[in-house]
C-alpha cells in the first residue's frame, strides 16, 4: 500500500504550474497569436534590467579523483552482498528477510503481498503497523507463521483502515554480516558490463565517461545561470494575480482527484506524501508558480524587446520534438500526463530562443571574478550595517 500510495508523479505540480501561459506587445508579426497575448498581457508589468552582455561564471567541468572514488565506491556498494543467515532465532534489530501474504475476510488484498520477492525489514524499525514485527521475534529461518494486526483508524486507504488482517509470513534468513568486495582486477573484470581488464583501465574509462557527461551538462548549466542573472536584474512591477490563482486552484484540483481516487482527502494525501498541510501546500505552490511566472514574464518581455517569435512550424516541430522524447504517439496523451496546453508549446519554443540570445551575448567570467564580487558585496553590506 506504501508503494502505490506514494508513486505520485514528480512532475504532477510541476506540470501543472507550467501549464497554463497567458501572457505581453504587438509581438513580432511572425507570432502565433497565442504568443502576441502573451506579450499584450505582460507589456505593463515587466521592467527589464540590463540584460545583454550579463555576467556568469561558466559551470566546471574537471573530473576530479574524487569523482573516480565515489564511483567506484557505487560499484562496490552494488555488488556488496549479506550472509543469509538460515539458523539460529530473530531478535530485536535483526535485519531479516521475509515473504508474507495479507489476507482480509479470507480474501487476499492487493498491496498485501510480497509476491515470493522477498523484502528485507528491521524488526523494531520496520515502519509497519501495529505489532507485526514482535510477532516475527523468536521465529527461525523457515518457520511459515500467521502475523495478525489491525490497520489504524486513521490508515491512508480507507477500505484497510481500522479492520483486522492475517499475514502469512514465511522467515526466509536473518541477515548477516556484510560481504564487501576487494577492489582488484579480477573484481572489475566481473562487477562491470563491459568487463574491463584492470582497475586502471576501469578508472580511465570511467575518467572519460564522466568528463562527457560533464561536458554535456555545462551548456545547460550555463545557459540557466545567464536567464537567471537577467532575471535578478529584472523588476517585476506587478503579478498576474488570477492566473496565479488559477493556477494554484488548478493544482490543487489535480490533488484532490488523486485523492479521491486513492480513497484519502487532501489532507492526508499532502501531509503523507510532502509533509504539508493544504494551507502551508499552497503557500509552496504560490512561491513555485510566482517564480515560474518571474521567469516567464522576463522571457516574454526580452522576446518583445527583441522582435524574437514563436512560429506555428515551431510549435509543431515542439510537439513531436517532446512526443519523440515521451514515447507517447499522441499530444492528448501529452497533454493529458504533463499537463501541456497549446500555449505552452510556444512558449518552451519561445523561452529556448530567448535563452540562447542571452547567452551569445553573455560574457564569460571565473570563478575568481565571482569570489572577489561575492566578497565586495559581504564588505558593502557590513560597511552599511555598521553604519
Not at 510541476?14 to 501561459?21: D, P
Not at 520477492?117 to 524488526?123: F, N, Q
Not at 522576446?303 to 513531436?320: D, L, P, Y
Request: hydrophobic share 35%; charged share 25%; with cysteine.
Amino acid at each position: 500500500m506504501k508503494l502505490k500510495f506514494r508513486r505520485l508523479c514528480a512532475a504532477l505540480a510541476g506540470a501543472m504550474i507550467l501549464s497554463t501561459f497567458s501572457g505581453c506587445g504587438a509581438g513580432s508579426p511572425n507570432d502565433a497569436e497565442a504568443v502576441k497575448q502573451l506579450k499584450k498581457e505582460y507589456s505593463n508589468m515587466v521592467k527589464l534590467g540590463d540584460y545583454k552582455g550579463v555576467s556568469y561564471v561558466p559551470a566546471d567541468t574537471t573530473v576530479t579523483d574524487e569523482d573516480i572514488e565515489n564511483e567506484i565506491n557505487y560499484l562496490v556498494y552494488q555488488h556488496t552482498t549479506s550472509e543469509q543467515l538460515t539458523t539460529g532465532t530473530a531478535t530485536w534489530g535483526d535485519a531479516v528477510n521475509i515473504d508474507y501474504v495479507g489476507y482480509m475476510d479470507g480474501e487476499a488484498f492487493d498491496g498485501g503481498n510480497t509476491q515470493g520477492m522477498g523484502t528485507v525489514i528491521t524488526l523494531g524499525n520496520s515502519g509497519y503497523i501495529d505489532n507485526f514485527d514482535e510477532q516475527i521475534v523468536g521465529h527461525k529461518p523457515g518457520d511459515t507463521f500467521d502475523v495478525n494486526v489491525t490497520f489504524p483508524e486513521d490508515y491512508q486507504a480507507a477500505d484497510l483502515a481500522g479492520k483486522p488482517a492475517r499475514f502469512e509470513t514465511t522467515l526466509n534468513y536473518i541477515q548477516g554480516e556484510d560481504i564487501v568486495p576487494t577492489v582488484d582486477d579480477e573484481f572489475i573484470k566481473t562487477a562491470t558490463q563491459e568487463a574491463y581488464s584492470t582497475v586502471d583501465e576501469y578508472k580511465q574509462a570511467t575518467r572519460e565517461k564522466l568528463q562527457q557527461q560533464k561536458d554535456d551538462s555545462a551548456l545547460d548549466s550555463d545557459r540557466h545561470s545567464v536567464l537567471q542573472a537577467v532575471i535578478d536584474q529584472t523588476t517585476i512591477v506587478e503579478y498576474p494575480e488570477q492566473e496565479i490563482q488559477e493556477r494554484i486552484d488548478q493544482v490543487l484540483a489535480m490533488y484532490e482527484d488523486y485523492a479521491a481516487s486513492n480513497g484519502v482527502d487532501l489532507d492526508t494525501l499532502l501531509s503523507y506524501s510532502f509533509g504539508y498541510d493544504a494551507d502551508s501546500f499552497q503557500e509552496f505552490l504560490k512561491e513555485s508558480i510566482e517564480s515560474y511566472i518571474r521567469e516567464k514574464m522576463v522571457v516574454v518581455a526580452i522576446a518583445e524587446a527583441e522582435g524574437i517569435s514563436a512560429s506555428e512550424e515551431e510549435h509543431n516541430a515542439k510537439i513531436q520534438e517532446l512526443l519523440e522524447q515521451s514515447g507517447l504517439s499522441d499530444v492528448s496523451e501529452l497533454n493529458e500526463q504533463y499537463g501541456y496546453t497549446e500555449e505552452d508549446y510556444y512558449m518552451l519554443v519561445l523561452e529556448e530562443k530567448v535563452v540562447n540570445f542571452l547567452y551569445e551575448n553573455a560574457t564569460p567570467g571565473s570563478p575568481t571574478d565571482a569570489s572577489s564580487e561575492a566578497a565586495t558585496e559581504a564588505e558593502t553590506e557590513a560597511a552599511t550595517e555598521a553604519e
